[in-house]
């Protein structure tokens, strides 16, 4: 299997290439140190399998999902990201990631989501398949968050954590005016009519670490 690795942390990358590329059928072919390099990575490189980060520079995990798999549908991306899963995984997957795993997680996982992604199919983790089963049975008014868009998500999460404007748009490579007009959405989507609102929101449904 031929993987490529995009995660902004030459540590994180070098790890992920030494234990992958000790097992028979895996070879780590490419990495890409942001959004926009993962990019180019799938429209150069023939690729079986992405290992995507989502806090990268530039042009995050998030942003570059979508394009990815417009210019390469057949290759397999699996999330691995320090965030957890009930603030990204489902949403990620629903734009067609096709895993999602926590940086937390064991190593032998990771690998094995790998194998299971490669044969075409998706890896659902148990706290994956909880969020998502939630989601089947309870009505679709349960959360007014499951309405935006992963990057809207992820404005907001970095807003309820108690972030500036300013630091939201320096974290996330934006312009101030972009992360104010965000912030703006999420307070109608959301029902708020301050930053405090958005954190108790976030608390209340288990949004925050």
Known sequence: ?????????????????????????????????SG????????????????????MPGQSGIDALTMIKAKAPRVGVLILSGYPEQQYAVP??????SGYLNKACEPGEIVTAIRRVAQGNRYITTAVAELLASQVVTPPTRGLH???????????????QGKSAA???????????????????????????????????????????
């Open 167 to 209: 630091a939201v748009a320096s974290d996330l490579s934006l312009s101030a005016k972009t992360v104010s007009t965000y912030r703006a959405r999420l307070m109608l989507k959301l029902q708020a009519r301050s930053n405090s609102d958005l954190t108790y929101y976030a608390l209340k449904h288990q949004l925050l670490d």
């Open 92 to 97: 990620l997957i629903r734009n067609g990631a």
């Open 146 to 160: 499951e309405q935006l868009s992963p990057r809207e998500l992820q404005v907001f999460i970095k807003l309820a």
């Open 1 to 33: 299997m031929r993987i490529g690795i995009a995660d902004d942390h030459p540590i994180t990358r070098a790890a992920l290439r030494a234990w992958l590329d000790e097992q028979d059928d895996m070879r780590v072919v490419a990495e890409a140190a």
């Open 36 to 55: 926009r390099d993962a990019i180019d990575l799938v429209r150069t490189q023939a690729l079986d399998i992405l290992l995507l980060d989502l806090d």
